[in-house]
C-alpha cells in the first residue's frame, strides 16, 4: 500500500511556490514527522508569502499550521528577517526606542502608553511607535489618540523617518510599511484567532532601533520574544504583559520584565505605583478624557501613574539600567517630565 505522505523537495533554484509546497511538508506532515523549520527556511517561506508570490491556499495553511505548532524563535526570527527586507527608508537619527503597538480585541482602554513615550521623546531620546489594531472594539486605537494630540502620522517610512529626525518622535502604521504585512494582521478575524505574524510584526523594529520596548498578551510569549531578540541579535530589550498586549504597565501591581541588557538575560519585577498591588483594572475612558488629560484640563491619578510608570521602564531600558534603585531614579524622572509637559 502506498504511504499517504508525499515526499515534496525543492532547492533554493525551485519556483517560489514548490519551495513554499517544501516548507508546508516540513511543518505539516504529522505527528513524528513534522518539524519546526530553521531560520532560512523560515525566511525564505515568509518572503515569498510577502512578495506575493504563494498560492492564497498556501498562506492559510502557513499561518494555521505555525499558529497549530507554536512558532519557534527560529522561526520567527526568519520572518522577522524577510518583514524587514520591506522597509524602505530608515532616518538619519536612529530611534534610542523601538515601542510596537498591536493590541487587538477588546481588552484595553486608552493608550496611556503613547503618552509615555512622548515623555521619554522629551527627555531626547527618539522614539519610533508602529502598529495596527485589529478589532479593537472597546478602548482607543492607538492612530486615533496620536491624531487627538495632534501629531503626525507617517504615511510613508520616509515620512516617518522625517518626523523622527525632526521631533525625536514618530508613528508609523503598519500598513505604511507593508501593505501585505497589514492584510496579513487583518486575516484574524477570517482565520478566527491570532497568527505568528502577530508576534513577527512585534520584534520588526523597522528603523533599527537600539533597544524595544514590547508588549504581549499572554505571559508565555514574554521569553519567545526575547529568545527571538537575541537570534536577532538585538542587544536591549523588555518584554511585559501589558494591556491588550501593549507595552504599557498597570500601576496597580507588580510588574514583572523579561530583559535583554546588552545582549544578557535578565529578570526582574518592579513594584505596584499605587494601593496595595491588588491588581484592578484601570477604569475605561473616551478620546477627549484622554487628551484633556495630557493637557492638564483632567486630573487621572491613575492614569497619571501608568504614563509615569510605563515611562519609567522605558528608560531603564534606554539606559541599560536595572535594580530597584535605577527603577525608582527612572520614575522620579518620569514624574518631573510628566509636570513639565506643558511648560
Same mark, same amino acid.
Given at each position: 500500500?502506498?504511504?499517504?505522505?508525499?515526499?515534496?523537495?525543492?532547492?533554493?533554484?525551485?519556483?517560489? #511556490?514548490? @519551495?513554499?509546497?517544501?516548507?508546508?511538508?516540513? $511543518? /505539516?506532515?504529522?505527528?513524528?514527522?513534522?518539524?519546526? !523549520?530553521?531560520?532560512?527556511?523560515?525566511?525564505?517561506?515568509?518572503?515569498?508569502?510577502?512578495?506575493?508570490?504563494?498560492?492564497?491556499?498556501?498562506?492559510?495553511?502557513? +499561518?494555521?499550521?505555525?499558529?497549530?505548532?507554536?512558532?519557534?524563535?527560529?522561526?520567527?526570527?526568519?520572518?522577522?528577517? *524577510?518583514?524587514?527586507?520591506?522597509?524602505?527608508?530608515?532616518?538619519?537619527?536612529?530611534?534610542?526606542?523601538?515601542?510596537?503597538?498591536?493590541? %487587538?480585541?477588546?481588552?484595553?482602554?486608552?493608550?496611556?502608553? +503613547?503618552?509615555?513615550?512622548?515623555?521619554?521623546?522629551?527627555?531626547?531620546?527618539?522614539?519610533?511607535?508602529?502598529? $495596527?489594531? =485589529?478589532?479593537?472594539?472597546?478602548?482607543?486605537?492607538?492612530?486615533?489618540?496620536?491624531?487627538?494630540?495632534?501629531?503626525?502620522?507617517?504615511?510613508?517610512? %520616509?515620512?516617518?523617518? #522625517?518626523?523622527?529626525?525632526?521631533?525625536?518622535?514618530?508613528?508609523?502604521? !503598519?500598513?505604511?510599511?507593508?501593505?501585505?504585512?497589514?492584510?496579513?494582521?487583518?486575516?484574524?478575524?477570517?482565520?478566527?484567532?491570532?497568527?505568528?505574524?502577530?508576534?513577527?510584526? #512585534?520584534?520588526?523594529?523597522?528603523?533599527?532601533?537600539?533597544?524595544?520596548?514590547?508588549?504581549?498578551?499572554?505571559?508565555?510569549?514574554?521569553?519567545?520574544?526575547?529568545?527571538? *531578540?537575541?537570534? !536577532?541579535?538585538?542587544?536591549?530589550?523588555?518584554? =511585559?504583559?501589558?494591556?491588550?498586549?501593549? %507595552?504599557? @504597565?498597570?500601576?496597580?501591581?507588580?510588574?514583572?520584565?523579561?530583559?535583554?541588557?546588552?545582549?544578557?538575560?535578565?529578570?526582574?519585577?518592579?513594584?505596584? $505605583? +499605587?494601593?496595595? /498591588? @491588588?491588581?484592578?483594572?484601570?477604569?475605561?475612558?473616551?478620546?477627549?478624557?484622554?487628551?484633556?488629560?495630557?493637557?492638564?484640563?483632567?486630573?487621572?491619578?491613575?492614569?497619571?501613574?501608568?504614563?509615569?510608570?510605563?515611562?519609567?521602564?522605558?528608560?531603564?531600558?534606554?539606559?541599560?539600567?536595572?535594580?530597584?534603585?535605577?527603577?525608582?531614579?527612572?520614575?522620579?524622572?518620569?514624574?518631573? !517630565?510628566?509636570?513639565?509637559?506643558? /511648560?
Amino acid at each position: 500500500m502506498a504511504s499517504d505522505v508525499e515526499t515534496v523537495t525543492a532547492t533554493a533554484d525551485s519556483p517560489p #511556490r514548490q @519551495r513554499m509546497a517544501a516548507h508546508l511538508a516540513a $511543518i /505539516g506532515r504529522g505527528p513524528g514527522r513534522s518539524r519546526p !523549520l530553521t531560520e532560512a527556511e523560515a525566511e525564505d517561506a515568509f518572503g515569498i508569502i510577502l512578495s506575493g508570490e504563494a498560492d492564497p491556499m498556501q498562506v492559510g495553511a502557513f +499561518l494555521l499550521l505555525e499558529r497549530y505548532r507554536g512558532e519557534t524563535a527560529a522561526e520567527l526570527a526568519g520572518m522577522i528577517r *524577510a518583514g524587514r527586507a520591506v522597509v524602505t527608508a530608515a532616518p538619519a537619527t536612529r530611534p534610542a526606542l523601538d515601542w510596537p503597538s498591536y493590541a %487587538a480585541g477588546k481588552t484595553r482602554g486608552a493608550p496611556w502608553f +503613547l503618552l509615555s513615550a512622548l515623555l521619554v521623546a522629551r527627555a531626547g531620546h527618539p522614539v519610533l511607535i508602529h502598529g $495596527i489594531n =485589529v478589532r479593537v472594539t472597546e478602548g482607543i486605537e492607538t492612530e486615533d489618540a496620536v491624531r487627538a494630540l495632534g501629531l503626525p502620522v507617517g504615511e510613508t517610512p %520616509a515620512e516617518a523617518a #522625517r518626523t523622527l529626525d525632526a521631533t525625536r518622535f514618530a508613528y508609523l502604521p !503598519l500598513r505604511a510599511v507593508s501593505r501585505t504585512l497589514t492584510e496579513l494582521m487583518e486575516l484574524r478575524p477570517v482565520l478566527g484567532l491570532r497568527s505568528p505574524v502577530n508576534s513577527a510584526a #512585534r520584534l520588526l523594529n523597522p528603523f533599527e532601533a537600539k533597544a524595544s520596548f514590547v508588549g504581549v498578551f499572554h505571559p508565555a510569549y514574554q521569553d519567545l520574544h526575547r529568545d527571538t *531578540a537575541r537570534l !536577532l541579535q538585538q542587544g536591549d530589550l523588555c518584554v =511585559v504583559k501589558g494591556a491588550g498586549g501593549e %507595552a504599557e @504597565r498597570t500601576p496597580l501591581k507588580a510588574l514583572s520584565l523579561q530583559r535583554l541588557v546588552a545582549g544578557e538575560a535578565l529578570d526582574e519585577t518592579v513594584p505596584p $505605583i +499605587l494601593g496595595e /498591588g @491588588r491588581g484592578e483594572r484601570l477604569e475605561r475612558r473616551d478620546l477627549e478624557h484622554f487628551r484633556a488629560v495630557w493637557t492638564g484640563a483632567a486630573e487621572d491619578p491613575a492614569a497619571e501613574a501608568t504614563v509615569t510608570g510605563t515611562a519609567a521602564v522605558a528608560l531603564a531600558v534606554i539606559a541599560g539600567d536595572s535594580g530597584e534603585a535605577a527603577h525608582a531614579r527612572h520614575l522620579d524622572r518620569a514624574a518631573a !517630565l510628566w509636570r513639565e509637559r506643558n /511648560g
